[in-house]
């Protein structure tokens, strides 16, 4: 079974903090995502990384940075929190695919409370 | 850009009925691929069930299916025989084809509240 962990499930972070957002496969999938959840908003794409140090802005990335070091980790940075980006955070993972569709595995998320 | 719409905020039905829950998207891409994912309390997302754009067989899964209507840009998903296990958020996602097998985020709409009712 593939498996994507995310570092938190809770947490609580101070208004202007440095909060980093962790997340893990193990199916050694090429491509991660980050999206944020909110109510009567659905999910919003943040950023995207399809290899290793690379990266793609999504429909929603101000606010937010992204780091992918490791192939198996891509970690969702907020420099200076606001109380704005308090969220519920997902992250997913996909197999790169130049044939038919796979589907994006998505992590437990991490509920982020900024105050 | 493409759009993704579901017009029931919630949704409420006896156990063992049948529901369906709309999806409508707006596109200018031919190939593409649409998804209803599932998220209980949980909050663990869940594929119900996909569909290639390109397919004009209804996917089937179980007591899952759709009805989509390309030149209606509609991708309802019917649930028969529901049970209490079905009560969730479920989200209608579009993704555009990349021939390169690139990354390509997902579209989500707003979601809708199933609750089965007992």
């Known amino acids: 079974d593939v498996k994507v962990t995310q570092s938190s499930r809770y947490l609580v972070k101070r208004t202007g903090e440095k909060v980093f957002l962790e997340c893990v496969q193990d199916?050694?999938?090429?491509?991660m995502f980050w999206y944020r959840q909110d109510p009567g908003l659905g999910l919003r794409l943040i950023y995207f990384?399809?290899?290793?140090?690379?990266?793609e802005k999504g429909d929603i990335p101000e606010g937010y940075s992204v780091s992918r070091e490791k192939k198996e980790r891509f970690s969702l940075i907020l420099e200076s929190a606001s109380t704005n980006q308090t969220s519920m955070y997902l992250c997913?993972?996909?197999?790169?695919?130049?044939?038919?569709?796979?589907?994006?595995?998505f992590g437990p998320g991490t509920r982020l409370t900024v105050t | 850009a493409q759009t993704v719409t579901q017009s029931q905020p919630e949704m409420s039905v006896q156990e063992a009925e049948t529901v369906t829950l709309s999806c409508t998207y707006d596109?200018?891409?031919?190939?593409?691929?649409l998804f209803w994912y599932k998220q209980p309390p949980s909050r663990q997302m869940i594929l119900v069930i996909r569909?290639?754009?390109?397919?004009?067989q209804n996917a089937t899964e179980n007591r899952f299916s759709v009805n989509f209507q390309k030149a209606a840009k509609s991708f309802s998903l019917k649930i028969s025989d529901s049970q209490l296990g079905d009560t969730a958020m479920y989200f209608c996602?579009?993704?555009?084809?990349?021939?390169?097998?690139?990354?390509?985020?997902?579209?989500f709409g707003k979601g809708t509240h199933l609750i089965i009712q007992p």
């Open positions: 997913a993972s996909k197999e790169l695919g130049v044939r038919g569709v796979y589907e994006q595995y």
């Open positions: 199916m050694d999938h090429e491509n």
């Open positions: 990384s399809y290899d290793v140090k690379m990266k």
């Open positions: 596109t200018s891409e031919s190939n593409y691929y």
């Open positions: 569909q290639e754009a390109y397919k004009q």
């Open positions: 996602a579009f993704m555009k084809h990349d021939s390169g097998g690139g990354a390509d985020g997902l579209t």
